[in-house]
């Protein structure tokens, strides 16, 4: 028989695919493979507060050398983040402690907008630790201004690939930083 099925024992088979595969792209170590997972996984506002992620995109996951951005306009980009136009750390509150939290760029793997709830969901490494929170972002601090340089377009209007464009973290559905 043939058909849909959902739940832990169709999920295993394709988690242990996907971590066979990063094994043989060279990622070996279990934080280093639980992070590439997480980064690149299929996120949905409505099932945010259920599960951590909402399923595995292989192709993400795969693809070592570039960046995603899609935008709240529903423009989707591949390519290379370029860092912040201004130096400095971003400001947020995280929404259960309700205390303040700066998070320098170089930690930064990936920030999602849940417009369910109006947070930011960013994951981030201190230290040695990969983090996941649920974060809102200082007004100021979601004017701040980045680059990127998109190589594929998709939904994007007159946008060109190639040209390095700026964008506000205002403007920012999924930023993720899967190069790093």
Known sequence: MIGPLSGTSQAAPLVSAAIGHLIRRGKTGIEDIYQRIMTTAV??????EASKATMIDMRRAMDFDVDFLELNNGCKMRGEFRGFVTVGDIVAADVESGGHFYLSEPDLRRVFYNEREDWHLMMHVRGHEFLRRAYQIEPDHLQREFRFLPATLENCGDQE?????????????????ASR
């Open 43 to 48: 996120l949905d506002s409505k099932l945010l």
């Open 161 to 177: 690939a190639d040209a390095v464009a700026r964008f506000k973290l205002a403007d920012v559905h999924d930023l993720m930083l």
